[in-house]
């Protein structure tokens, strides 16, 4: 069940030394055999606009798109800024969502495409922006990885040292169970179409 | 009470002909007297990265966040996308909420602004989306205007003419009073501050 699936990582902080970026390299340490991680790069998808869509998807959006089509899974790493996950993913979404426009697939390429979140924050670790995009994401038909939950807390006390390694050797252990149920989630939804 | 009070408009969409942006300029045909209502234009700004924002505001979020301090009242304008508000909206709020950086007040421009919201969509009128909005301006710490609700549905039967005028005009008359509300909320926060 583990050969060969591919997970597509997208963060929504687009900072160099994003620690929430950080924790999907930190995923990629501790994948399950067989499994490999790739991380989006979101830098040049621009912001939805339905005039622009109607000329055409941007190539940037198509590349994306065209990620999470061959993708078995996505693995969200998702910062909390005011009490939501950000704008940034959000519109990355946005253009995700779209109806496909001359591409090999029926559907957009969200649709169906089980998920599981991470995210590290302040002392609620990202709850309550975590909880805002998995609203989205039932929206978007995606089955979501439900437990555990990987709410990273880096207040009162910073669980990342300089070089950026992750202290926090629970919350690794955490992160390693959340990707062996994502298999598990991929496995069963390729069971039955 | 009516003297001299400036609402900022913004809309969570570019599209040109958008229906929310479109019920901004229907806000402005009912004003109360003295009001005025400008609508912001988000197009220039960037999205949010911790990397630029270190490097200093850009310009045009500088301007922006202008318009915000010296306006006395946002309407905003939310479209809904998958369940929520749009990430275009999202991103102009995280570059609105930070501290501010050689800007002439103390706090982010957003801090204690009144707003009210008003909405087009399907048949559920944005009612998500504006309630993920609510959410984010309470972390915001805006007081907002909480009746009446403008959730205008253009499906199953359009409510906009080929011209883009508001046809449902019971919706008309809403926008008018809660105009008439945004106005009453600024005068009880400048009356005690």
Do not use: C
């Not at 995923?27 to 991680?37: C, D, E, K, M, R």
């Not at 950026?164 to 069963?188: C, H, S």
């Amino acid at each position: 069940m583990t050969e060969s699936i591919k997970i597509l990582g997208i963060s929504g902080s687009l900072r160099k030394r994003s620690l929430n970026t950080r924790l999907l390299e930190i995923a990629q340490s501790v994948l399950p055999g067989g499994v490999t991680l790739e991380i989006a790069d979101l830098s040049a998808i621009p912001f939805y606009d339905g005039d622009v869509e109607k000329e055409g998807l941007p190539q940037s959006v198509l590349d994306f798109r065209k990620k999470i089509h061959e993708a078995d899974a996505i693995l969200f790493a998702s910062p909390e800024y005011n009490s939501s996950f950000t704008g940034v993913l959000k519109n990355a979404l946005d253009w995700a969502s779209r109806p496909p426009k001359g591409e090999p697939y029926a559907m957009p390429p969200t649709t169906g495409k089980p998920y599981a979140i991470v995210g590290v924050g302040g002392r609620y670790g990202t709850s309550r922006a975590q909880s805002h995009l998995r609203q989205v994401l039932q929206k978007m038909d995606m089955p979501g990885v439900n437990q555990p939950e990987i709410l990273v807390q880096n207040q009162p006390v910073p669980v990342f040292d300089q070089d950026l390694n992750l202290t926090d050797t629970v919350a690794v252990q955490l992160i390693e169970i959340l990707l062996k149920n994502l298999v598990k989630l991929v496995g069963q939804t390729r069971a039955v179409q």
